[in-house]
């Protein structure tokens, strides 16, 4: 099973029903410990560690972590940051006696602090409620300039869980580590959190995690395509993907769709240019053209990429809402909709599969606000889309969220700044075209496609082309399929998805 990411009212939930059944103090002592296990795994001979503690429960689980670092033979400090101490009768209190007990050093300023190799953000936790403001910016901002590796406990100080934007204009902790005790948080891994948590650990100390309805996406969703093909098989049983775009002056992006659907495994691609003429694309002669596509020549329709406004354009749309394939809707496509209601409903009238792939300009045309209110809360705005349109909604970007409309959602850990290149959106629907036309579930038609998108990234933060992502999810994919033939499915929810990244990379051969 895939990662479940926790909203902070069940966390809550959680926390209180494991202080009645453990005692209250024995999930900050849990937490403290896995957070010393964490820097000693990072740094394994003794170094020097300043930790930062705030007034909460995040500075107690800070105050633990000094402690048993102190125990196994680092010069550990930690600073009561704003000079705030916890309140009298807490757990965090409780913890910060414990640190002074055994002689642990404790300083208000951080720069009375001597140097260290690692430090370690215990500031604020989910609990943070309002903007940082005063001494708290400023033990941030010292926190950031360390040369040092940075810790962050639960999540990075500044960073609303929930929504992986930050609490107020100041921006807060940027950590190469993030180790977060329960279970994830959705606002680690979308928006801003994608970029400041840095390598995500998650640590459920000892505790049954209940079900969520928003989950990491990790190749276990995706199963179904981790199979490998039949050797009898032939391009039929593959299906065929239609795509139809090709408005004046922009044929590439349709093209870009056929190649990407093409190199995912599609048996065959047909391509209508609604403005313009190709008979065959050099760059890709496999594609075939028409004029006007058949509709009952083809297994699932990506429409939108590069298509225009034309009246042949909003025909072709309007035609494509009616028919019982997967749909998958890109670019101009999503903006027609938006802009008019018939076409909104008769979209969610639609019986068959249909996912919208919105970037978060078309999102916000969509639900007629801003790209800022989009990106200020991204798993909700794709819920609301989800529902406003009654389909699958994939508000791309740092951290793609994926919400079908009963509510179940997915945000994607996999992607770089890479991806922001003309047609790397294009990439993507037609490689979720291809996924589609081979048949695999919904659910895994869409996850992989993501997820393996994202995946031909990593490691790459400029200067990718979008022709070279498919080459390279595809390689991604091949040996995720070898690695399964070979140790089963099993080894695959062993893994943390970064070291799954990091050895099938492409690139980092
Ligand atoms: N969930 C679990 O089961 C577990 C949770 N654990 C840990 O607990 C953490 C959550 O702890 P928490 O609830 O005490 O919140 P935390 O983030 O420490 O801060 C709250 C304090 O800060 C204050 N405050 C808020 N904003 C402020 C601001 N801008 N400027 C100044 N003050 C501000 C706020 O005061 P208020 O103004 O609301 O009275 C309150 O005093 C969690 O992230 C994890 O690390 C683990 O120990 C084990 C298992
Ligand atoms: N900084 C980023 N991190 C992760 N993914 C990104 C980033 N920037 C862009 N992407 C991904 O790249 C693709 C861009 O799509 P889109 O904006 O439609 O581009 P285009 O219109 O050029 O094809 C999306 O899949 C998006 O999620
Ligand atoms: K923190």
Redesign the pocket.
Known sequence: MSEQLLELSTLRELEEKNARILGPYTLMERAGTAAADLVCHLHESPCTVTVLCGPGNNGGDGYVCARALVERGYDVYCVQVAGKSPKEGTNAYKAKQMWEEIGGRTFEDPYNAPKSQVVVDAIFGIGLNKPLKGEYIDAVQWYNEREAVHVSLDIPTGLDSQTGQWIGSMPGCRSDVTITFLAGKPGLFTGIG?EVCGHVHTDNLGVSIPLSNINLVEPIDFKSVLAPRKLISSKKDFGRLGIIGGGKGKVG?ALIAGAAALRMGAGSVLVELVEENLVYDPGCPELMFREKIDFSEIDALVIG?GLGFSQTARQRLNEALDLQIPLII??DALTMIAQDSELTSKTAQRSAHTVL?P?PGEAARLLKTTVKDVQSDRVMRAQEISVLTGTVTVL?????VIAQKSGITWINPT???G??????????CGMIGAMFAQKFDFVSAILSS?YL??AA?ENIDCGLL?GDIAPSALHILQNLRMDVKKNGLKQLGELSCHQRIASHNFYSA
């Open positions: 994608q992006a990429p890109d670019a792939t970037h791309k970007g740092s951290g793609t992607g770089t700044a991806l922001a290149t003309a047609g790397s959106g294009d990439v993507l993501i998108h994202g990234s979008a």
